[in-house]
């Protein structure tokens, strides 16, 4: 009896009332419109996505602690990305299970008016019945195949997106663009990836890839980052400038990343290659100089001395501004006065030349410049 006692479950539902009605549902959001606004979220928050490798992300963040806030950036767009498909193959399955409820409504219906069930085979019918459900039955079966089919063809979609197909833009050479990625334009851009979602995550794919696991689930925690592993794979030297990387390292490199991403081969030279090797080696050695673990090269003390000269807590647009005016200003001071003193120069010569031009003419004193008559006079 003692153990009867304490089997009783203390943790049942309790009542509504007294009269043990039925929590009712009416109110509950519908789970459609849930996944709509939901999606619709997930789609506002990737239209802000940055680029966590880009000097973008370098300016919206003064501190970047040893790649961890843009690794943080990346796995958030990530989970966005991942949001997004998974909110879209759940919309998708919503509709298609209010279309099958619509069907099995309208079948239910279409029984209630001949007196039988044609949702279920089984029970007495006359001959009669029987013969009248039949093209409703087949109108039904109809239906379920044909939504069978919708179902195997949003799948489809959804493998479709996951795996980008490129081969298609293979065969297209991209020229590269003039100046250096970050400074004179956008590598994403002119790689033709910053046109939507599904650009974005073609070239994160670039990046970064995901293993899974013993599952086949694509965990968090089995990252690993494509172009960053393929430049240490690659021997390539993060302490020193890209120019100083000898060839062989850089045509390995090259070579490994087309064939783990047939996309590079778009472009010339495999100049998005080389600009996204630039790009991390660049805030690599960045962030060893803020953390003083990578010694600064002499050329750029200037640099340490200028921002020990700044106050932390002022503006710097206006003071860039200030400063920019200002260099401009001297610049056309000193165009102006260089172009006068050309000017006094040429003035100079012209005098200089027209003295002596008049010295050598006949009939003119050398000593005085007058002429023959005037000496006579004034001898007499």
């Given amino acids: 009896m003692g153990s009867n006692k304490n089997t009783t479950s203390h943790t049942a539902p309790k009542r509504v009332s007294g009269r043990g009605k039925a929590v009712h549902t009416e109110n509950q959001p519908n789970p459609a419109k849930n996944t709509s606004d939901a999606l619709k979220t997930v789609n506002a928050r990737i239209e802000r996505h940055i680029d966590p490798y880009s000097d973008a992300m370098e300016s919206k963040f003064d501190i970047i602690d040893n790649d961890k806030t843009q690794e943080i950036v990346f796995l958030r767009q990530s989970h966005d990305l991942a949001d997004r498909k998974i909110l879209e193959t759940q919309a998708a399955n919503e509709a298609l299970q209010k ?30 019945k029987a013969q009248e459900k039949n093209p409703l039955l087949e109108e039904l079966e109809k239906a379920q195949v044909a939504n069978a089919a919708l179902r195997k063809k949003v799948q489809a979609l959804a493998d479709k997106q996951r795996i980008h197909d490129v081969d298609s833009d293979v065969n297209e050479n991209v020229p590269r663009a003039a100046g250096s990625a970050g400074n004179n334009f956008n590598i994403q851009n002119e790689m033709g990836l910053g046109g939507n979602a599904n650009d ?27 172009m960053h592993d ?8 993060w302490e020193q400038p890209w120019a100083k990387t000898p060839a062989g390292a850089k045509e390995k490199l090259f070579a490994v990343a087309r064939e783990r991403h047939p996309i590079l081969k778009r472009y010339e030279n495999d100049w998005a290659t080389e600009e996204l090797v630039k790009q991390y080696i660049k805030n690599k050695r960045r962030h060893g100089y803020r953390k003083g673990f990578l010694e600064r090269p002499a050329q750029y003390d200037y640099l340490k001395t200028n921002s020990a000269k700044r106050n932390p807590s002022a503006p710097r647009g206006p003071r860039i501004a200030v400063r920019r005016s200002k260099k401009v200003a001297e610049k056309k001071a000193a165009a102006k006065a260089k172009g006068k003193s050309k000017a006094k120069l040429r003035t100079k010569q012209v005098v200089e030349d027209d003295d002596e031009s008049m ?14 008559e005037e000496d006579a006079y004034e001898s007499s």
Avoid: W
């Fill in 99 to 128: 279309e099958l409820d619509e069907i099995k409504s309208a079948a239910a219906a279409a029984g209630a008016r001949f007196g039988t069930d044609l949702t279920n085979h089984g029970g007495d019918v006359d001959a009669g």
């Fill in 200 to 226: 974005r995550e073609q070239y994160l794919a670039i990046m970064v890839c995901r293993v899974p696991n013993q599952d086949n689930n694509l965990t968090l925690d089995l990252v690993k980052r494509n």
């Fill in 230 to 237: 393929l430049t240490h794979q690659a021997s390539i030297n």
């Fill in 359 to 372: 010295s050598d003419e006949p009939g003119l004193s050398r000593d005085r410049g007058g002429s023959e």
